[in-house]
């Protein structure tokens, strides 16, 4: 059987709220979360031991590879599927790390779509279901890899149709951990940041044929609630949205999840392109990727 290929899509939060911390100390969310037109690319080969191999400009920063949410969503597959078939990964890394786009989720999202394929399992499978949910909060909506409404720890889907929005994301190729800056929120087990007027007063997300300025609109009025403790922890995530506030056409930045990365929504694709270049030029050591958001 011949290699089979799945992309692992940078998955962005175009808004994120913290709705509270349950006793268990996980943190129920609710946030629009859309899919970026870059992708890690992960190869599997049919058959073989199960092992994982990366390459690519970002490997380096990948770490161990045994620690890698590849295998850990594999090894909790073959756990979960009797006589699982398995193989040898290839993972082409070029998403950033830590980054708060879910590179690391959507690249083991993209072995559970491969192990699928090879093992003739549907996607909505129970099984799969529950496995992306132990391997990340994040790795159910990037299984699905389309922009949904997501809430509760992650498990919590509803799919959204959004326009395709011209954007561009930076990130300053700084890695920022996630236990972090929800420690740096500071909740308490059983503390709630979002009330109950707050969710009967939350906006309606547009349906169906929304405009950019119609999810604009919206979006503006429901900010990512890490923003603030993940700039307490690095200073650069704010010089990054300043940088794209700047930029001709903006019509909205934030951060993306826990950070560092960053995004702005543009009215047009040469907008977002010429402030990609204004900002490469001015912050050469910085990612930046300018393409759509969906």
Known sequence: MSALIEEGRAKVNLSLRVVGRRTDGYHDLESVVAFADCADRLTLEPDGELKLTTTGPLAAACGETADNLVLKAARLLAEAVPNLKLGAFALDKVLPVAAGIGGGSADAAAALRLLARLNNLSLDDPRLQKVALATGADVPVCLLSRACDMT???????????????????????????????????????????GVTDVFEAPAWPEEGGSIADWVDVLSTVPNDLEEPAMRIEPVIGDVLEALLACAGVKLARMS??????????????????????????????????????
């Open 152 to 194: 509760g720890v992650g498990e919590q889907l509803l799919p959204l149709m959004l326009p395709s929005m011209p954007s561009v994301m930076v990130n300053p190729r700084v890695q920022v951990a996630t236990k972090d800056v929800f420690q740096a929120l500071g909740l308490r087990n059983g503390e709630l940041l979002v």
């Open 257 to 294: 999840g826990s950070g560092a990365t960053c995004f702005a929504i543009f009215g047009s694709p040469a907008e977002a392109h010429a402030a990609a270049e204004t900002i490469r030029r001015d912050h050469p050591g910085w990612w930046v990727h300018a393409g759509t958001l969906s």
